[in-house]
Nanobody, 125 residues
Framework: QVQLDESGGGLVQTGGSLRLSCAVS????????MGWFRRAPGKEREFVAA????????YYSNSVKGRFTMSRDNAKKTVYIQMNSLKTEDTAVYYC??????????????????WGQGTQVTVSS
């Protein structure tokens, strides 16, 4: 059974930084493409970033490009997202997800096979 556990969320002021982690157990981590999504109150889950299984390819939503950086450590079976210059509109529950199709970096919720429970990020002004 594949399990994803996010951590690193919290409360931060506008302009601050946070790094989220997602540890994966079970399955074959190095063969999964990984993604980060978020859901703000009253909104649908939206794509944030994705990374291929090798880590060589990353893909970001326009809303976070240039501020967020996604990475992975296959030896530790963990993905990260470094979030800088945070804005109040970044407030959301952040989810990591695993895609068994290793080569793609998809922005579609439907592409992902496994999901974590989420971690809350709150950005205050």
């Amino acid at each position: 059974q594949v399990q994803l556990d996010e951590s690193g969320g919290g409360l931060v002021q506008t302009g601050g930084s946070l790094r989220l982690s997602c540890a994966v157990s079970g399955g074959t981590f190095s063969s999964y493409a990984m993604g980060w999504f978020r859901r703000a109150p009253g909104k649908e889950r939206e794509f944030v970033a994705a990374i291929s299984c090798s880590g060589r390819t990353t893909y970001y939503s326009n809303s976070v490009k240039g501020r967020f950086t996604m990475s992975r450590d296959n030896a530790k079976k963990t993905v990260y997202i470094q979030m800088n210059s945070l804005k109040t509109e970044d407030t959301a529950v952040y989810y990591c997800a695993a895609d068994k199709v290793s080569w793609r970096s998809s922005n579609l919720v439907s592409s992902y096979d496994y999901w974590g429970q989420g971690t809350q990020v709150t950005v205050s002004s």
